[in-house]
Nanobody
C-alpha cells in the first residue's frame, strides 16, 4: 500500500501563489506517475496535473496551463504543485494521486492511490 499526505493548502487572495506538497510513504516506487486533481463544491473531481516517473513529462488542462507547475523529488518521495496567479475559481479540495505505471495519466480511474486532500480557497 501507498499512503499519500497532502499539505500546503490555505486561504489566499486572487493573484497569490501557493505550493502544495504530497508526501508518499509505504510501498512507494519512484517509477510511479503522479497526479493532482481538485474538486470544488457541487462539482465533479477534475484533473489538474500529471508528471511521469522521471519528471520528464508533464501535462495540464487548459484551465491551469501556464499557471500551475507539477514537479517531483524522488529522493524525498514528494510531489509538488506550484500554483501561481490563483483565481477564485481555483477554490477546491486538491488531491494527490499515484498510479502503478510510469506514463502520465489524466483519468481518475488510472490512479490507484489517493490522499485525503487539502483545501485551497482563493478569495478577497
Amino acid at each position: 500500500q501507498v499512503q499519500l499526505v497532502e499539505s500546503g493548502g490555505g486561504l489566499v487572495q486572487p493573484g497569490d501563489s501557493l505550493r502544495l506538497s504530497c508526501a508518499a510513504s509505504g510501498r512507494t516506487s519512484s517509477s510511479a506517475a503522479m497526479g493532482w486533481f481538485r474538486q470544488a463544491p457541487g462539482k465533479e473531481r477534475e484533473f489538474v496535473a500529471s508528471i511521469s516517473w522521471d519528471g520528464g513529462n508533464t501535462y495540464y488542462p487548459d484551465s491551469v496551463k501556464g499557471r500551475y507547475t507539477i514537479s517531483r523529488d524522488n529522493a524525498k518521495n514528494t510531489v509538488y504543485l506550484q500554483m501561481n496567479s490563483l483565481k477564485p475559481e481555483d477554490t477546491a479540495v486538491y488531491y494527490c494521486a499515484a498510479r502503478r505505471g510510469s506514463p502520465i495519466a489524466t483519468m481518475q480511474a488510472q490512479y490507484n492511490y489517493w490522499g485525503q486532500g487539502t483545501q485551497v480557497t482563493v478569495s478577497s
